[in-house]
């Protein structure tokens, strides 16, 4: 039998996405999925749509008390009971290969540590107004070179919905780092690739939801000095750490380049979800 799959999707007031964000992972053609959603305290109705969805394979989870994005996010991946795991925001999609190439890489390269694949930027009615692409080669990458790479000019490990890890992996990485609630899943993409190999699938497997009023939207749009401190003490912390080593010339270029990125996100926010203003 094929491993189990976890999907997971933290969600809070998602009440506008949420249907299709878990009838993406519905209709995967790799079926042997679980849908773990848990639900941070939502006061929309959230719960009650994710209720309505008749599929034995979606189980709702309800916190008493809200947790925060990083604690919920951890408690989505503590719920789970397959073997991999892909941490699905709310609001994403995947396409409909997206589970089956990207297990099919894991399985094929037991030493890969992460898989990701390339990344379609879409608007809240899932019109494609751009693409990110992932490492620049396709296939095995060693892990700690993608790593070090990414600290110095942009993650190419990108958002959840593109990555896929062992439950093995995460808890030997430690999980999600509370110390990092903006850029924590970066934080963690960098422990688990620094564990082995990333294999880089250059096809849109996923849509990123392209949104001001999310967090990140919200975040680049009025806090980007807050998000760049974060991004400056990600990079003292894996230096710290030693597992991916940077000089000081190599830590200036990585806190400018996230600087430079950030601007330009913006000016990308203004142009393309300026109607979700």
């Not at 996923?206 to 998000?227: A, E, K, W």
Request: proline share 3%.
């Amino acid at each position: 039998m094929k491993p189990l799959v976890s999907v997971c999707i933290p969600a809070y007031n998602s009440a506008r996405y949420i249907e299709d964000t878990v009838t993406s992972v519905l209709n995967q053609s790799y079926s042997h999925v679980e849908v773990v959603i848990v639900d941070d305290g939502s006061v929309d109705n959230t719960c009650e749509i994710v209720s309505s969805i008749q599929d034995e394979r979606v189980r709702l989870i309800r916190n008493e008390t809200n947790l925060g994005m990083t604690a919920n996010w951890n408690k989505c991946v503590r719920e789970t009971k397959g073997k991999y795991v892909k941490l699905l925001c709310a609001d994403d999609v995947l396409y409909r290969d997206s589970l089956r190439k990207e297990m099919a890489a894991m399985l094929k390269h037991p030493d890969v540590a992460l898989v990701v694949s390339d990344t379609a930027l879409i608007d809240e009615d899932g019109k494609k107004r751009g693409r990110f692409k992932r490492y620049p080669r396709h296939g095995k990458v060693d892990g700690k070179k993608v790593a070090k790479r990414s600290l110095m000019l942009k993650s190419y490990f990108g958002a959840p919905c593109n990555t896929l890890f062992s439950r093995e992996a995460y808890e030997k990485a430690g999980g999600f780092d509370v110390d990092f609630p903006y850029i924590l899943d970066f934080d963690l993409w960098i422990r688990i690739a620094c564990m082995g190999s990333v294999y880089v699938i250059h096809e849109e497997l996923n849509g990123f939801r392209v949104r001001n009023d999310s967090n990140t939207g919200r975040l680049i749009r009025g806090g980007r000095p807050v998000y760049n401190d974060e991004h400056r003490r990600l990079v003292e912390k894996h230096n710290a750490i030693g597992i991916v080593h940077l000089n000081r010339l190599e830590r200036f270029i990585g806190v400018c380049s996230r600087k430079i990125r950030n601007e330009l996100i913006a000016v990308y926010l203004r142009v393309n979800a300026r109607h979700l203003g």
